[in-house]
């Protein structure tokens, strides 16, 4: 709690976590599987430390059941050092792997000037020019990527539970290393490119792309000749599917890139096409350098 998700590292002593252990204890969840509330919080007044406790310079009287921990958690919340953390920690999911300390100062005030509210540090963040000018480096974690490819292809996937196309999904998830609620640590996954970004990573990003558009999943669907619906040339359907994906207009020898890839001209007539060919130029954009990036 002090270290990750209030005040951070370097800013507490072995003591405040001692102190504040005491101040949860009496806190607990129910165990028992075989009822219906397992799971629910509850508190056990006999469990209770009922001595003062101090945290970072603060005592709290015993005395008053789980109120004691809410208070702590309420004076954790609204520290500046913890408005830091919060700050750093949102403008490296969305602006960089480096945090700008402006930025991060800034972020910081908006968040205790709002009371601890998280919408007014987002839109203070997103309006800023750190925002605009450093967010598309941030390089997309394997679940945006999965879910961003399919996306872009408008692919139909099976969501119930025990669909063949939800088991391809968690198959994939987990080649790619982002499984929901897998990390088993409770800092959350990495959010730097460093851990994002290594060869076997790229490798099966690129797999997935191609197995995707391919409909080689089970449960999975992607009509591979309805991308081309609507284009008139070749160099259309290029143009088609890089919009499809959100990236920016491709140079001349990226174009050349894709259309090699489905064995075809830029001045080919789209109707020409075979769904292999839509699905081998589709796989080579979804592979591009900018749409490993959000």
Known sequence: MLELHTVGDGN????????????????RSTGDRGKRDLGRFEFNGRREWAGDITVL?????????????????????????TARQIASRIIRRFVSDNPPSGLVASAAQVYLDNDTAIVPVLRHIFNSPEFLGESSGKVRRSFEHVVAGMRALDADVATDYDSQGSKNLYNQLSALGQLPWGWTSPDGYPDTSTY????????????????????????????????????????????????????????GDEVQTVLS?????????????????????AAVILCHPLFQVR
């Open 12 to 27: 507490f002593t072995e003591a405040d976590v001692d102190q504040a252990a005491r101040a949860f204890s009496g806190w």
């Open 57 to 81: 310079g603060r005592t709290f009287p015993g005395g008053n059941g789980a109120q004691r921990g809410r208070d702590l958690l309420d004076y954790l919340a609204r520290r500046p050092d």
């Open 196 to 251: 994002w970004t290594n060869t076997t990573m790229f490798m099966k990003r690129f797999d997935y792309a191609a197995r995707l558009v391919h409909n080689k999943f089970a449960g999975y669907a992607v009509d591979s000749a309805g991308l081309a619906a609507g284009a008139s040339t070749a160099g259309d359907v290029v143009n088609r599917l890089v919009a499809r994906a959100g990236l920016s207009p491709l140079s």
């Open 261 to 281: 890839a489905g064995g075809v001209g830029s001045g080919d007539a789209a109707s020409s096409l075979n769904p292999r060919q839509v699905g081998d130029m």
